[in-house]
């Protein structure tokens, strides 16, 4: 079955550390994308990127870094520069970066900071 | 630059009433819209997309929404909602401009509380 993998569901960090969040994708999309969700507040983009070796910031990309070294993956790293990390990450993909493709979405990582 | 607005972030609705969850953009130029929904601690689900054509889309699970181009309103309907209805929905506007994608905007999202 394609579909989005996110690993893993729940994280737990303690304050100062820097975490990796896994998203693989096996739909053979070229655009891939992380969000960020918090209660109230929809969904903010943090990275985005349209082919291997490219990305760009999204709104709030502020403390976090994103690599695409393969078609497949798009791990987003939240730093300690982050200075509320905590929240629902959302990873999706699409066929292209062009709008009128729907997005895929991965069930997600929460993500808990103490 | 695009905006969404979901006028309501909760509708309680009894089980079998119908339902209308509002959504309003604003964008100067032409735009595609998506309605998603969100079960607890899940991704994102595609309901349905409005891209050209026929303002009335359907979609899965019953829904349809209506494209509403004087009004910059794309809001989502369901005739007979059940309980497992109960989720997060949210309007997503996407606009291209010819010169770069500027992706997905999404609003804030709309709870619905299905009531027995």
């Known amino acids: 079955d394609g579909g989005i993998t996110q690993s893993p569901k729940y994280l737990f960090r303690k304050e100062g550390q820097n975490v990796t969040l896994s998203c693989e994708q096996n739909l053979n999309h070229d655009a891939m994308y992380w969000y960020r969700q918090d209660p109230g507040q929809g969904l903010r983009l943090i990275y985005y990127s349209q082919i291997v070796n490219d990305f760009q910031k999204g709104d709030i990309a502020e403390g976090y870094s994103v690599s695409r070294e393969k078609k497949e993956s798009f791990p987003l790293t939240v730093t300690s520069a982050q200075k509320n990390p905590t929240a629902f990450y959302l990873c999706?993909?699409?066929?292209?970066?062009?709008?009128?493709?729907?997005?895929?979405f991965g069930p997600g990582t929460r993500l808990t900071v103490t | 630059a695009q905006s969404v607005t979901q006028l309501d972030s909760q509708v309680p609705v009894f089980e079998e009433a119908p339902v209308e969850l509002r959504c309003n953009y604003s964008s100067s130029v032409s735009v595609y819209l998506f309605w998603y929904v969100q079960y607890p601690n899940q991704g994102l689900q595609l309901l349905l997309k409005?891209?050209?054509?026929?303002?009335l889309v359907k979609g899965i699970n019953g829904f349809e929404a209506e494209f509403n181009k004087s009004q910059t309103s794309f809001h989502l309907r369901k005739p007979s909602v059940h309980i497992s209805d109960t989720a997060e929905y949210f309007c997503a506007v996407g606009v291209y401009s010819g010169g770069g994608a500027d992706g997905l905007t999404f609003g804030k999202g709309t709870h619905l509380i299905i009531q027995p």
């Open positions: 409005y891209l050209s054509g026929s303002t």
């Open positions: 999706a993909s699409s066929i292209d970066d062009r709008p009128f493709y729907e997005q895929y």
